[in-house]
């Protein structure tokens, strides 16, 4: 009798701990007249609290000239311009691409001019961010934030994609809080919007509205595919058309500023125009999707490479291009030094040929703000001697500082400096007041950043 | 003593009870193939190349062109032109017939066609119909892509679709979502026809396509609803469905316009106020308002407040009814109405005329 209780209550128990989850999965309506209900919500439960608020502070600079007719009744000695100081705040979104070292890619556009920068945790934290470095003509900025247990998102490769793939944003639209929206990819390499110096977006369906810019575009797996960054919005808001810098692209950007603090853009020395029908007519060619090079530059990349004038390129690394504005954007943000597989149409032939991406020379300008608050405002230039600085925005922390245009940084402290790269971590070490070692028309000076 | 045998008896049982689940939680994944917490996860984990529309933009997207007007300005006339972005169309054959908006081409003098695939084509007007927002065009050219066309499949609300065209004239954009409403198929007048979708359609998608999943077209994109002339993204945009785009073609291919039969009269459904001041018992029919002096209806000897009850033996519910049937009726057909006057039923012949076209 006992025997047959146990084994009876063996199976009764057992009978209950192999039931139990399929009764508890029960629970959950899988499945609508025997077709799978989808949703996203799997997904998203791992990818928002990758996707951080961003809430910016500073104080807009604006600049009004004084007519020379007034002039004269404030004197000899008046300014020439007027400078007026505005308070500002902005919000938007960013995403945390590195969880150990706490790096969250965002929109430049999102952060200029920021004196803070506060970060909105999924759960509910807030901390303050540094700016790492940013990207003007991509739209591309890196914060890092310290903290413990963050979730980075994984990247995917965006040259992957297709049209027609789903495509989810996930953001801070208004300010309201993380809001989560779902489209497809409507178009990919579009370009020739006039919103940045480079553009190469993945154009997408999902609703982004202000305050979405930075935040991520996923795909269903949970990837970052983008950072979405514009829209066209005829009313204001959105009807359908938003714009995202694809992750590839933001990648690169981002080991350039974590290698170097800024991104150094690779060159390749072509000037060219769009492959069009009555281009390709006229050299008797297929294809009718390229950048038709005009122009190769003595010395460059390109030389080297053997690209000559009247190629067609159609490829980088093996992935299709649509218009010269693509190529160009794919080569600016590759960085300098990189090797690149062009794919090209020369005399109806296809060929492929390597090219080593030159350096910029132009100036390599850096988010000055980003190397030490004071220096602000002001453009800054390796050259032979230093860090040079090219350009000083009146009123703002660099000019306070009393630096010039024309000054060359050539010391901090006692240590010497002769890169942007060494200003940096010279700068980096040190708390409080900080000694710069200018040369100013050949004679030396220091100035005190506080 | 009692407690202690009892412990042990409940203990035994337990112990039992455990290996034996642990034995089953091992063994019944093996038997049924799958692991139970599997049910959950796998349906998070399908990968992304399964759930997308790229195959459907694959097969139709080529086939959906971007419409420009050629503007020449003839004060200069060593300039080229310069092309400006109108709309969209749609390649339907082979021969190069394109569907599109009549409201994208109305203003045009001559109109370029631009494919996908980078080749531009001048283009010859086919035939436009006003009415239904249709014009058809055509391209002489080799190889062309032509949209896959299932004129059986009735789009039903809350299918997935896809827009395809050129808003803004930014270049060829997807977009993705459900049908909202359908209007009534098959029918040759009104606005009633129209599939409503909340796919995002703005300036420049008119003309352009509306497929579903498999890449087939079901409608052409015509209209977003509007507030204040502020433009779209209200998620309110109409399509022409593609059975009554594709009659239309079809008519505007043969004749250059769309043919339709007219009565020459105005007229509304009998309420029941109509009804009892007219006499009649009930409320089927539609009562004459209007009258045209030149037209049929005149000349058959029609009045105002006569009823018409029957088209050719068929009994008319409403007014759309009626409209469809005079519309469908070619012109010069000799056709019989059902009239009741003053409580009278009387059969009346009618001969048919033509509804005349306004190019607005």
């Known amino acids: 009798m006992k025997t047959k209780l146990s084994i009876l209550s063996a199976a009764l128990l057992s009978a209950t701990l192999t039931l139990a989850p399929a009764v508890s999965q029960a629970a959950i309506p899988l499945a609508v007249g025997g077709q799978e209900l989808p949703s996203l919500a799997p997904m998203l439960q ?38 007026q100081e505005r308070p500002f705040k902005g919000l938007g979104s960013g995403v945390i691409i590195d969880a150990k070292e706490g790096y969250i890619v965002t929109n430049n556009h999102v952060i200029e001019g920021a004196d803070e920068i506060l970060i909105g945790l999924h759960d509910g934290r807030e901390i303050e961010a540094k700016l790492i470095g940013a990207d003007a003509e991509s739209d591309i900025a890196l914060l890092q934030i310290k903290a413990k247990n963050l979730t980075a998102l994984k990247r995917a490769d965006s040259d992957e ?18 809001t989560v929206t779902s489209g497809i ?65 933001a990648n690169n950007l981002v080991q350039q500023i974590i290698e170097h603090g800024e991104v150094r853009r690779g060159v390749l020395g072509v000037m060219g125009q769009d492959l ?17 090079i005009n122009e190769v530059m003595p010395d460059s990349a390109a030389e080297k490479a053997g690209i000559k004038v009247g190629d067609i390129i159609v490829s980088v690394n093996g992935r299709s291009i649509k218009s010269f504005q693509e190529l160009r954007a794919k080569v600016a943000t590759m960085g300098a030094g990189s090797e690149v597989e062009f794919g090209l149409i020369r005399d109806g032939d296809k060929e492929t040929v390597t090219a080593i991406l030159g350096e910029s020379t132009q100036a390599a300008e850096a988010a000055a703000g980003a190397v030490h608050p004071m220096l602000q405002g002001a453009k800054l230039e390796t050259n032979d001697s230093g860090v040079e600085i090219t350009e000083v925005a009146q009123g703002s922390p660099a000019a306070m500082s009393g630096l010039i245009k024309g000054d060359v940084i050539v010391g901090v402290n006692r240590t010497k400096v002769n890169s942007l790269k060494a200003l940096k971590s010279a700068l980096e070490d040190q708390k409080g007041s900080v000694a710069l070692k200018i040369k100013r028309d050949n004679t030396s000076l220091y100035l005190i950043l506080r | 003593m009692i407690i202690k045998d009892a412990l042990i008896y409940v203990g035994k ?17 093996l038997i049924t193939g799958q692991s139970l917490t599997n049910g959950i996860t796998s349906r998070v984990s399908t990968s992304s190349s399964e759930l997308s529309f790229s195959k459907a933009v694959r097969r139709a997207a080529p086939a959906v062109v971007n419409i420009y007007s050629l503007s020449i300005d003839q004060s200069k006339p060593l300039n080229p032109g310069s092309l400006q972005g109108l709309g969209s169309g749609v390649i339907m054959s082979k021969e190069g017939y394109i569907l599109t908006n009549y409201h994208v081409i109305k203003r045009a003098d001559e109109i370029v066609v631009a494919l996908q695939d980078g080749r531009k084509f001048t283009s010859e007007v086919v035939g436009s119909d006003p ?9 002489e050219g080799d190889n062309l892509p032509v949209v896959p066309l299932n004129l059986n499949i009735p789009a039903r609300v809350g299918d997935v679709v896809l827009a395809i065209g050129n808003p803004y004239n930014l270049g060829q954009t997807i977009t993705q979502g459900i049908i909202s409403a359908t209007g009534r198929n098959g029918l040759s007048s009104g606005y009633l026809d129209f599939l409503q979708t909340d796919a995002a359609i703005n300036a420049g998608n008119s003309g352009g396509a509306l497929i579903d999943t498999t890449g087939q077209l079901i409608g052409i994109n015509t209209a977003a609803f509007q507030i204040g002339g502020e433009g779209g993204g209200h998620g309110i945009n109409f399509a022409i469905p593609i059975k009554l785009a594709h009659s239309i073609m079809g008519k505007l291919i043969k004749n250059g316009r769309v043919i339709r039969g007219a009565l020459g009269i105005g007229g509304e459904a009998v309420g029941p106020v109509m009804a009892q001041i007219l006499n009649i018992p009930d409320l089927t029919g539609v009562v004459i308002t209007e009258i045209d002096p030149n037209g049929p209806a005149a000349q058959a000897k029609l009045r105002p407040r006569d009823v018409i009850t029957e088209f050719e033996g068929e009994p008319i519910p409403g007014v759309e009814m009626l409209m469809d049937r005079i519309a469908e009726t070619t012109p010069g057909t000799k056709i019989t109405m059902t009239v009741i006057r003053e409580g009278k039923s009387y059969q009346v012949p009618v001969i048919i005329g033509e509804k005349p076209v306004h190019y607005n």
Do not use: C, W
């Not at chain 1, 789903?166 to 809080?177: E, M, Q, T």
């Open chain 2, 131 to 139: 009415e239904t927002d249709l014009a058809v065009l055509k391209v």
């Open chain 2, 13 to 29: 049982a337990i112990l039992f009870g455990l290996i034996m689940a642990a034995v089953i939680i091992f063994i019944l994944p």
């Open chain 1, 46 to 83: 791992k990818t928002t609290p990758a996707v951080v608020a961003v809430a910016v502070s500073g104080t807009h600079v604006s600049k009004q000239k004084v007519p020379d007719a007034f002039r004269y009744f404030f004197g000899p000695n008046a300014p020439r311009e007027q400078v």
């Open chain 1, 185 to 249: 990819v409507s178009a990919m390499g579009r370009s020739g919007l006039g919103i940045e110096m480079l553009e190469n977006f993945i154009q997408t369906d999902a609703a982004i509205n202000s305050g979405n810019s930075g935040g991520a575009l996923v795909n269903l797996n949970g990837e970052l595919i983008g950072i979405n960054t514009a829209i066209v919005a005829p009313g204001g808001g959105n009807v359908g058309i938003g714009f995202a810098i694809p992750a590839n692209m």
């Open chain 1, 276 to 292: 069009n029908s009555e281009l390709a007519k006229g050299f008797g060619i297929e294809t009718q999707h390229g950048g038709f």
């Open chain 1, 161 to 178: 994609l297709q049209v027609g793939d789903f495509a989810v944003a996930i953001g801070n639209p208004f300010g309201l809080g993380q």
